[in-house]
């Protein structure tokens, strides 16, 4: 079975993705915002914490950190020793993570933001799957900008030269940026503020 999982912040183009990605034969996983969007067209998939069998905690601040979420997207696909793991922990791979972040920037632009609505603003989970999903880009396509999902599904249908394995490398780059560039407003934040 192939899964993707996805989980963002900006909802521009999910539903068209995920209806391409179920067309294409992927199982979806998803929580919060991003389920209740897909489920509510009808496209079929499964929140988080139906998948991983543990609930969202904290009040949300806890949703994909779990073994099932990373052991499946950092999963070499050429290890025995991985492929234990996942099988003695029921982990499936997960080839294909959507992941754009918490509006942290979009949230201190507004006049007189508190420092409590900032730090509620701060992803946690979703700069760790993206993270995760970069570092193994050889098998995991990452993707953190919606114009980048109609590419690649147009690469893995076919319908475009270029191949998965070369847009996968593309898109850790960009992942790798957008997770810097996120720490760096935060940090520029809470220095002016703080410091």
């Not at 099932?68 to 020793?81: C, E, Y």
């Not at 632009?109 to 760790?128: Q, Y």
């Not at 050889?138 to 030269?161: H, R």
């Amino acid at each position: 079975m192939k899964y993707a999982l996805l989980s963002v912040s900006n909802k521009s183009g999910i539903v068209d993705f995920a209806k391409g990605l179920v067309s294409a034969g992927y199982n979806l996983i998803s929580s919060g915002g991003t389920y209740k969007v897909i489920s509510a067209e009808g496209i079929p998939v499964m929140r988080v914490s139906d998948y991983t069998g543990s609930p969202e905690i904290l009040n949300g601040r806890v949703k994909t950190l779990h073994p099932k979420i990373h052991g499946g997207i950092l999963a070499q696909r050429d290890s025995s020793s991985h492929d234990l793991d996942r099988k003695v922990n029921r982990i499936e791979l997960i080839d294909i993570v959507a992941v754009n972040l918490y509006p942290f920037k979009e949230t201190v632009a507004k006049p007189k933001v508190t420092l409590e609505d900032a730090i509620e603003n701060i992803d946690i989970g979703g700069p760790s799957m993206v993270r995760s999903a970069a570092k193994n880009y050889k098998d995991v396509a990452v993707m953190t900008n919606p114009n980048q999902y109609g590419i690649y599904l147009d690469s893995i249908k076919g319908n475009i030269s270029i191949k998965p394995e070369t847009l996968r490398k593309q898109f850790m780059l960009e992942a790798f940026r957008h997770t810097a560039e996120y720490d760096a407003t935060i940090s520029s934040w809470m220095e002016d503020r703080l410091v």
